[in-house]
């Protein structure tokens, strides 16, 4: 079945850019999302990239897609204690209303 | 009131109780999705309903029962649940159109104690 990694922790310092990084396993993935869950809340989505392009940008947030290794990157310029959150990589191969497959999230911490 | 509710944000429940998750997106969606979240692992897919048809029941216990009785709402029905049932059950909604998923868009979760 498909298969979606990160790595658990990840803390930078205030100012700092983060990058939290994400490996698949489906070749037929069609779009990549990254939610952001803030302590209490539920998944906001961030930003996500469609299959065919390798890089998209949005303000502070830069995403790259390695589509040949199957790894997607997120990366948060000047980075706010703000940011501190659990950011969740997830994966469509888009044929219906049930194929959404996340990783475990990456915990960011950033210290001030 | 725009996006995904859910209510309430905390229930705590013992082993022989019944009580039931509320959702309801103002997004004009017709797909609606339960997950369930716990500690160091990933979101599972518990139930998924598009056009208030079920269309995923991912082997979840059949003490767990959704209701989807239109677009705009689904419940989580809950009875004799067991303390690895405590975690956070999140709702979500996207839009399906012509075989193509929308990216989904969740409510803040209710935080479910069972003791």
């Known amino acids: 079945g498909e298969d979606v990694e990160q790595s658990l922790f990840l803390s930078v310092r205030e100012g700092d850019s983060s990058v939290i990084n994400c490996t698949y396993t489906?070749?037929?993935?069609?779009?990549l999302y990254w939610y952001k869950q803030e302590p209490g809340a539920g998944l906001q989505l961030l930003t996500y990239i469609f299959s065919n392009m390798d890089m998209k940008q949005d303000q502070r947030l830069t995403v790259l897609l390695n589509k040949k290794d199957k790894h997607l990157s997120l990366r948060i310029a000047d980075t706010q204690t703000g940011d501190s959150a659990i950011y969740f990589c997830?994966?469509?191969?888009?044929?219906?209303?049930?194929?959404?497959?996340f990783g475990t999230g990456t915990r960011l911490t950033v210290i001030p | 009131e725009t996006g995904v509710t859910q209510t309430p944000r905390h229930l705590v429940m013992g082993m022989t109780n019944k009580k039931s998750l509320k959702c309801e997106q103002h997004l004009g969606h017709n797909a609606m999705y339960w997950y369930k979240q716990s500690a160091k692992k990933p979101l599972e897919l518990m139930f998924v309903y598009s056009l208030e048809e079920r269309v995923e029941n991912n082997s979840v216990p059949s003490r767990f029962s959704p209701e989807c009785p239109n677009s705009s709402h689904l419940f989580l029905h809950l009875h004799t649940l067991q303390p690895e049932d405590s975690a956070l059950y999140l709702c979500a909604s996207s839009q399906v159109q012509g075989g193509k998923n929308s990216p989904l868009h969740f409510g803040n979760g209710t935080r479910l104690t069972v003791t």
């Open positions: 489906d070749s037929s993935s069609t779009y």
């Open positions: 997830a994966e469509s191969d888009q044929t219906g209303a049930n194929n959404l497959f």
